[in-house]
């Protein structure tokens, strides 16, 4: 299930980035990123519709709220992780996504993004 999708990546760590990104490759998925700002993710969502999104809350530009944001527009689904706790969270986009605390394990990761994909197609 759900082999060969593609998974935006927002995480500002390098090896975080790098462990998401060889998780998400191992499972078949196809991987946008791994970008550390808002402004990347944003410009990669002018020329690409991931099928959904890995967004960190914290990243080098501040918090991914723009980024939820624009997804949320598009209908992508996504999955924050995050090492703060969700009220943190001022962005109503944010504040309604499933929330992953870090540190996360592999199935964890692929279990939130399995779910957010099979919760935004329309059922039959």
């Known amino acids: 299930m759900s082999k060969g999708l593609l998974v935006l990546v927002l995480e500002d760590e390098a090896f975080v980035s790098s462990l998401i990104e060889m998780m998400l490759e191992d499972e078949g998925w196809s991987v946008g990123g791994p970008f550390r700002t808002n402004r990347l993710a944003l410009e ?3 020329q690409a519709r991931p099928d959904v999104a890995l967004i960190d809350f914290n990243i ?3 918090t991914s709220g723009a980024t939820a944001h624009r997804l949320s ?3 992508i689904p996504f999955v924050v992780v995050s090492g703060f706790p969700k009220s943190m969270a ?3 986009e944010l504040r309604a996504a ?5 540190p996360f394990s ?5 279990e939130s993004l399995h779910e957010a994909v099979a919760g935004a197609r329309p059922t039959a």
């Open 90 to 92: 001022k962005n109503d």
């Open 98 to 102: 499933q929330w992953l605390d870090k």
């Open 44 to 46: 990669y969502l002018e």
């Open 73 to 75: 527009e598009l209908g």
């Open 60 to 62: 080098a530009d501040g």
């Open 106 to 110: 592999e199935i964890q990761v692929l």
